[in-house]
């Protein structure tokens, strides 16, 4: 079946600095990859999601990419924010929304 | 508030005794997902459903386990006969369309068995 991995599965950064997440996926027919971020006692909330069609993405301080020949992609958050510290997850659907999640990185900005 | 809402919020109970967490989505949504959580763990996919036709179901998801969604509204996971193995942050999630998309998510429901 479908098998996202995640690394590293903590990152600290300065405050100012970027911060890089990747995933690798195990099916070729996936074609949707969202990132979620998740706070404490609370439920993934979608920062960005880019689809198979389509190598690159950005909104703000926030891009990714996705490599399909490889099976990786990548968050990339740029000018990290102490309100930037939570868990982000990476996942990956072929149909029907189902989504497969990698394992998660904390990402810690210290100010 | 229109967004996804689970309830209990938090469950402790013993060993061997049955649980049912509730799942209210996002009215307008078609799809509505089970998944689970443990501590330091990407959500797991348990179930899910378009309408009330409850389409896939996980391997995680054993016979002691049964989710319902009547009318195409809101939802109900059981689980019987509780196992300790069964802590975890259960969340519910709802999307709309038939494509793949955002799905939302609610706070979840937290099992602690003991």
């Known amino acids: 079946g479908e098998n996202v991995e995640q690394h590293p599965s903590t990152l600290s950064v300065q405050e100012g600095d970027s911060a890089v997440i990747k995933c690798t996926y195990s099916?070729?027919?996936?074609?949707?990859f969202p990132w979620y971020k998740q706070e404490l006692g609370k439920g993934p909330q979608l920062i960005i999601d880019?689809?198979?069609?389509?190598g690159e993405k950005k909104d703000q301080r926030i891009a990714v990419t996705l490599n399909k020949t490889a099976k990786h992609f990548s968050l990339h958050i740029t000018e990290t924010q102490p309100e930037d510290s939570a868990v982000y997850f990476c996942a990956a659907s072929m149909y029907r929304g189902k989504l497969i999640f990698g394992q998660g990185t904390e990402l810690s900005v210290k100010p | 508030d229109t967004g996804v809402s689970q309830d209990p919020r938090h469950k402790i109970t013993k060993r061997g005794q049955n649980v049912t967490f509730r799942c209210d989505p996002i009215?307008?949504?078609?799809?509505l997902y089970w998944y689970r959580q443990t501590l330091g763990q990407g959500p797991e996919f348990l179930t899910y459903f378009q309408n009330e036709a409850q389409l896939e179901k996980s391997r995680l998801l054993s016979d002691r386990f049964s989710a319902e969604r009547p009318k195409g509204s809101f939802s109900t996971l059981e689980i019987q006969r509780t196992e300790q193995g069964d802590s975890a942050m259960y969340l519910c999630?709802?999307?709309?369309?038939?494509?793949?998309?955002?799905?939302?998510f609610g706070e979840g429901s937290r099992l602690t068995v003991l």
């Open positions: 999630a709802s999307s709309l369309g038939q494509a793949a998309g955002e799905l939302f």
């Open positions: 880019i689809r198979s069609n389509v």
């Open positions: 009215s307008e949504h078609n799809r």
């Open positions: 099916d070729s027919a996936s074609n949707y």
